[in-house]
Each structure stands twice: as C-alpha cells, then as structure tokens.
C-alpha cells in the first residue's frame, strides 16, 4: 500500500489540512492510500491542529480535530512512499534529514512551484481560507497524477 506523508513545520496548520484534505480525496477516489502528517520541528509535538485551522477544514465537512501533531522521524525514511513539503524550507529539512526525494505541494494544481503560505503571515482567517484552497487543489492534483 501506497503512503504519503505531508510535512510543514509545526504540524498545525498546513499538513494536519493536507492529510485531512488527501484523506477526503483518497475517500472520494476509492483509493487504497494512507495518508499522515508531520512536522519538521518538535515545538508542538502532542498538540491538536490549531483552532482555525480545525475551524477551516470542518466548513468543508472535514474532520482534522483528532491529528496529533508529531515531528518526523527516521522511521518515516522507510514508511512512506512519498513525502511532500508545504515549502521549500520544509523540502530543503526533508532532504537534509536524509529521506531520499520530497516533493513539493505547490508544485501540483497550477501553482507554479510556489510554496503553500504559512497561515498565520495573513491577517484574521484570510489565510486559513485561501492555504485551504490551494491545499484543496495541489492535493487533488497530487493523488490524481502520483496515484490514479
């Protein structure tokens, strides 16, 4: 079976969204695929997914208010088929903590290679609003070229 892991920083907005959204994606599309998240710090290992970004996601009828967020490891070297960054900064931390070949999620949905944005640079829930949707498009485009 087929697994991917999609990584931010903190594990608390972006990728707790996109294993949430990949997850809807994967449901709709009967695929046998799982789906995890992580971060590539530790600052809020333990911690559920912040409150917007909960917020966000149950507008679309997704549930992410379970994810508990957790730093990668290298036992994700072996585990997981493909691995996706939410920025470069992420890619770059990915490869440099030896796993093999990071894609980046900017790099699917026509967004040109541009990195998703961290929410939290936008101001109110603008930017929960908008990561969501282009979280929504690259993960789709994702799965349907990497797994369909």
């Known amino acids: 079976?087929?697994?991917i892991l999609f990584v931010c920083l903190g594990n608390i907005c972006r990728s707790p969204l996109a294993e949430g959204i990949a997850q809807k994606h994967i449901a709709d599309m009967q695929l046998n695929v799982e789906?995890?998240?992580?971060?590539t710090s530790n600052w809020?290992?333990?911690e559920h997914p912040c409150s917007n970004s909960i917020k966000i996601a149950k507008q679309h009828g997704i549930d992410?208010?379970?994810q508990i967020s957790r730093p990668?490891?290298?036992k994700d070297i072996d585990d997981f088929y493909y691995v996706v960054a939410m920025d470069e900064r992420n890619r770059e931390e990915l490869l440099s903590f030896g796993f093999p070949k990071v894609y980046k999620l900017g790099d699917f949905g026509g967004y040109g290679g541009k990195?998703?944005?961290d929410p939290y640079f936008f101001p109110g829930f603008e930017g929960?609003?908008?990561?969501?949707e282009m979280v929504y498009l690259t993960t789709k485009?994702?799965?349907e070229k990497k797994l369909v």
């Open 1 to 3: 079976m087929k697994k």
């Open 35 to 39: 789906v995890d998240s992580a971060g």
């Open 44 to 46: 809020h290992k333990g």
């Open 64 to 66: 992410i208010s379970q």
């Open 72 to 74: 990668i490891s290298k």
């Open 115 to 117: 990195d998703v944005p």
């Open 128 to 132: 929960f609003e908008k990561v969501y």
């Open 141 to 143: 485009d994702f799965i």
